[in-house]
């Protein structure tokens, strides 16, 4: 330091506070403490009060509750849990079961060309419409049985919770300006009866690729296992159906009337008919069959692992 602020300095060196010093740093960090404590007990307050005003407000905007969110469900395949009644002038002919989705499909009593059918889908899932995930959100329709439902925009379909987060859909084609007021009466001959399906076969384990994704029924299976059933296989993309059928002259989903196969060979010392996609053996009735959407590994050793019975 330099002579000049020796003598600066000076005065200061014997100079004291007239009056102790009064604060006390002890307190002064306590209380800066219980500042910041409050600060943020304050922000957590206006944190929580802000999201319940977000989730009071946020559905009074839509117009609607928010669901309950449910676990993706799962079907049995061996397990239908729907039965469907004739009503609207239409009566089930056939029955799908599925991991995800059971379909059953309706044609009218008098033979006309209208056709309805009714999706029910596991919990949790739901299908697309025009390339769009469908959501209940639409216009509201009478409830189906006491449970709530919905319009489908744009199709002749009426969607209703058929059980809690789980959604079913009745739809009628063809049939104009009628098409919703039939579909509605379709949905409300719906009922929850869930019941084991029975097959009037046996296979042993399938082999590669083959991957059983459904069963399909004629609908009546049940009081009748002779009409038939039909496992629903998938073969790397392609859809393969193998089981009994009696009838031979009706398409096995839609009761239409169909052209009978012809034999053109023998499998096994049997009479059958063997196509590029499909083969049919003949005895003993019902008839083994084993059908496919195309190409598929080997149909005719599928077909003879089949045992009637």
């Given at each position: 330091?330099?002579?000049?602020?020796?003598?600066?300095?000076?005065?200061?060196?014997d100079?004291?506070p007239e009056?102790?010093?009064?604060?006390?740093?002890?307190?002064?960090?306590?209380?800066?403490?219980?500042?910041?404590r409050?600060?943020?007990?304050?922000?957590?307050?206006?944190?929580?009060?802000?999201?319940?005003?977000?989730?009071?407000?946020?559905?009074a905007?839509v117009?609607?509750?928010?669901?309950?969110?449910h676990?993706?469900?799962?079907?049995?395949?061996m397990r239908?849990?729907?039965?469907?009644?004739?009503?609207?002038?239409f009566?089930p002919?056939s029955?799908?079961t599925g991991?995800?989705?059971?379909r059953?499909?309706?044609?009218?009593?008098?033979?006309?060309?209208?056709?309805?059918?009714?999706?029910a889908?596991?919990?949790?899932?739901?299908?697309?419409f025009?390339?769009?995930?469908?959501?209940?959100?639409?216009?509201?329709?009478p409830?189906?049985?006491?449970h709530?439902?919905?319009?489908?925009?744009?199709?002749?379909?009426?969607?209703?919770?058929?059980?809690p987060?789980a959604?079913?859909?009745?739809?009628?084609t063809?049939?104009?300006?009628?098409?919703?007021?039939l579909?509605?009466?379709?949905?409300?001959s719906?009922a929850?009866h869930p019941?084991?399906?029975?097959?009037p076969?046996a296979?042993?384990?399938?082999?590669?690729?083959?991957?059983?994704v459904?069963?399909?029924?004629?609908?009546?299976?049940?009081?009748d296992?002779?009409?038939g059933?039909?496992?629903?296989?998938?073969a790397?993309?392609?859809?393969?159906?193998?089981?009994?059928?009696?009838?031979?002259?009706?398409?096995?989903?839609t009761?239409?009337?169909?052209?009978?196969?012809?034999?053109?060979?023998?499998?096994?010392?049997?009479?059958?008919?063997?196509?590029?996609?499909?083969v049919?053996?003949?005895?003993?009735?019902?008839?083994?069959?084993?059908?496919a959407?195309?190409?598929?590994?080997?149909?005719?050793?599928l077909?003879?692992?089949?045992?009637?019975?």
């Amino acid at each position: 330091m330099t002579e000049d602020g020796h003598r600066l300095l000076a005065a200061l060196r014997d100079a004291a506070p007239e009056t102790p010093s009064t604060v006390d740093v002890g307190r002064a960090v306590r209380v800066g403490r219980r500042r910041r404590r409050t600060r943020q007990l304050t922000g957590v307050v206006v944190v929580a009060a802000v999201t319940a005003i977000v989730a009071a407000v946020i559905p009074a905007l839509v117009g609607r509750p928010l669901p309950p969110a449910h676990p993706l469900g799962e079907f049995d395949l061996m397990r239908q849990e729907l039965s469907v009644g004739s009503a609207g002038g239409f009566t089930p002919v056939s029955y799908e079961t599925g991991r995800y989705v059971q379909r059953v499909l309706l044609v009218p009593v008098d033979e006309s060309a209208p056709r309805a059918s009714v999706s029910a889908y596991a919990t949790g899932r739901l299908p697309d419409f025009e390339g769009a995930r469908w959501e209940p959100d639409g216009a509201q329709a009478p409830d189906v049985n006491d449970h709530r439902a919905y319009w489908v925009s744009g199709r002749d379909a009426v969607a209703w919770e058929w059980a809690p987060g789980a959604w079913a859909f009745a739809e009628v084609t063809g049939a104009g300006e009628d098409g919703r007021r039939l579909a509605h009466r379709v949905a409300q001959s719906v009922a929850r009866h869930p019941g084991r399906v029975t097959l009037p076969f046996a296979v042993p384990d399938l082999p590669a690729p083959y991957r059983l994704v459904g069963v399909r029924t004629p609908y009546g299976t049940s009081s009748d296992p002779a009409a038939g059933a039909l496992l629903v296989l998938d073969a790397g993309g392609t859809r393969v159906r193998l089981g009994v059928r009696r009838h031979l002259d009706r398409d096995f989903v839609t009761g239409d009337r169909r052209s009978t196969p012809v034999a053109n060979t023998d499998v096994g010392g049997r009479a059958a008919a063997v196509r590029d996609n499909s083969v049919t053996i003949f005895d003993p009735s019902p008839a083994v069959v084993a059908e496919a959407d195309g190409p598929a590994p080997d149909l005719v050793a599928l077909a003879t692992s089949v045992r009637p019975g």
